[in-house]
DNA sequence: TCTATATAAGACATACGTGTATCATAGATG
DNA sequence: CATCTATGATACACGTATGTCTTATATAGA
């Protein structure tokens, strides 16, 4: 579908409105999935109507926003998974690498809840779940995760101690560093002494 | 406020309606908090006129759900929580106890995007948290959990494995009693083998 | 059976979110 | 400077959710 679009983004004014506004979006449907396309505007420092020249709706800003964030984590994650590598590596050094971009990571997670409705968004989540249900599953095969945990439960996890890692960095308790170390130690060695 | 109720309780038809309607709000606010009331109500079977007699707004309903899942919760770890107790035998056997009504400690958790403007509510959800960082610091001063991981970020990771455990239960994947041991098992060993 | 009341169904006013359109203005480009 | 265009502000139509109210019906309790 996707009409033409009579925005030109190479205008640095355009450019700045589209970033402001999907920074403003990710930031507000994180905490609040229920947030307005006023909210948005408002919060991003932009008119309404500007809002609505950049997205042709509501749908189409949520479905933008979910392929900028499968393409910052992808960016991050693609890099490291190579088959050389062993699973469990890939996933320690994944999650210390997306905490500085584990609001994106995130928001994948959250797809459901926010657009349950908008199919191609949801083809993303469920492409994100995949993609790291395959490198537990990797690991499991290596033996370096264990086995009588479903792959189901740690995709479920993982997300779960990044998404913490995230609100910890968002709520000004931690640096990204501090962040993804807490969520790696979580993660495989619990929070036993 | 809170003006004099025209439904007498005692009445079983009453009774009945008001049971179906608190069971049909956790339900669909778990899976999607912008549920209406006339979705509400439909799933519950009864007439929306019903659930407003019920309660006089949707904000005065997700109160009383918080405050039923808070007594749900509570009468679950008030049991266990004795202080001679060790504090991580309290979260042990906590999280396993909780999973049973895990829909209702996770809506707890949900209260935040649900009704981040009912006051009321939010100071529920901020009790459910303080209780929980009660015992994780007595803990802590038992040297049962790891002391360089800070209380909040332990708090929220008991709270994201017993989501990952409702979660399980809630798509058929687990009952509770699995969904306990995974929990408590990720929670405290991670996820090597 | 008779009375009280909880209920279903639906009309109604109100508020809010979405998406479209218009117009004057400020900023970018040449 | 002159032109082009992104923007802000605002009005509008439309759909949907909220909360109130009325009326007829069904069910509990005496």
New interface residues.
């Given amino acids: 579908m996707s009409r033409k679009k009579s925005i030109n983004v190479s205008d640095p004014r355009a450019h700045r409105s589209r970033d402001a506004l999907l920074n403003a979006a990710i930031e507000l449907l994180l905490?609040?999935?229920?947030a307005s396309m006023s909210d948005i505007a408002a919060h991003a420092g932009v008119g309404r109507a500007t809002l609505y020249r950049h997205f042709e709706s509501r749908d189409e800003l949520v479905l933008e926003l979910a392929a900028e964030s499968m393409k910052a984590s992808e960016a991050v994650l693609k890099s490291l998974n190579v088959p050389e590598r062993p699973a469990v590596e890939v996933i320690t050094e994944g999650i210390r690498a997306i905490m500085p971009v584990a609001d994106r990571f995130h928001f994948l997670m959250l797809l459901w809840?926010i657009a349950?409705e908008n199919d191609e968004a949801i083809k993303i989540y469920y492409r994100q779940l995949d993609e790291l249900a395959q490198i537990v599953e990797r690991a499991k095969i290596e033996?370096?995760?264990?086995?009588s945990?479903?792959t189901?439960?740690?995709v479920?996890?993982i997300d779960?101690?990044t998404?913490?890692g995230w609100?910890?960095i968002h709520s000004g308790?931690m640096n990204p560093k501090q962040a993804g170390d807490?969520a790696v130690?979580?993660?495989?060695?619990?929070?036993?002494?």
């Avoid at 130690?185 to 002494?193: A, T």
């Fill in positions: 905490e609040n999935p229920r809840v349950s033996k370096s995760i264990n086995e945990l479903s189901d439960w740690i479920m996890l779960s101690v998404y913490v609100w910890s308790q807490h130690q979580s993660l495989f060695g619990g929070i036993s002494p």
